[in-house]
């Protein structure tokens, strides 16, 4: 099968490009390593697995249509996972129209690549972000997504919708995994893991949101990676029973889905930073803050629909996954 993975040189993608090499899978990559943060670990995992036969690499934006025009004519992939994206909560309060360029524009031109090289399946990421003002728990694809509370959550619930347009009017089987907070070695900086961690080893404080009563559902990024494997293997399909007269929010009559994908196991961010220091072998100081703007102060992901359509739940315990970035950590800075 030959798989198109935009965000190729990302923490996720890169290590989907390398489970698909491995089971004889050819992979087209595409990232436009930009600085938003430091590209140095993008070339670095990248090299993972830039020199496999296998892979072809280029250095594209989703933003420029030409270019994403040129590479489905070229390459012709079979399937597709969109994992390229403009990333944080926080950085879309400050520049949205980042968001717009890339989420939206950007996905926009990976639809209609799809639709004019007839791809088998279309499977993007969406995010635990756009449960927004929803507090029933767990959350369930199931539920109403309309009140997202940042610019990045609603470019993800936008992709869901834009998604369901190209299922609807061209038949194009498109799947949406909400990920939820995923965290793992070769991960983001900007992610609070990174921070942390970097923080504790030079001895300052760490910034603390929420004065800690944060949960999060935290995602092993290998738990991640299976989960999207066995979802691009077996192509979205209509809901026989869907009806508009009580639509149901995850499902469709036409081939489009939408599954959370986490741990179904929240942990509280105490108890994170908790395991966190276990791993370091150090104490971090605490600075303690209140919720920031865009946040919530609860993630839960119901993940019924997963197990029961891909026999799937991810189960790998915080304890063990920081322990795995730490060790990552350590080595890769050597510290």
Known sequence: MKVL????AGFIGSSLALRLLE???SVIGIDNHNDYYDPALK???LARHSDHPSYTHLRIDLGDRKAIEDCFAMHKPNRVINLAAQAGVRYSIENPLAYIDSNIVGFAHI???CRHYDVEHLVYASSSSVYGANTTMPFSVHHNVDHPLSLYAASKKSNELMAHTYSHLYGLPTTGLRFFTVYGPWGRPDMAL???TKAILAGEKIQVFNYGRHRRDFTYVDDIVEGLIRVLDQPALPNDD???AQPDPGSSMAPWRVYNIGNNSPVELMD????LEKALGKKAQMDMQPLQPGDVPDTYADVTDLIDQFHYKPATPVEQGIANFVAWYRDYYKC
């Open 5 to 8: 993975i935009t965000g190729a």
């Open 23 to 25: 089971r004889g899978d």
């Open 43 to 45: 070339e670095a995992r």
């Open 111 to 113: 639809l209609e690549g």
């Open 194 to 196: 990174f921070k942390f």
């Open 242 to 244: 869907w009806s508009g």
């Open 272 to 275: 994170y930073i908790a395991a």
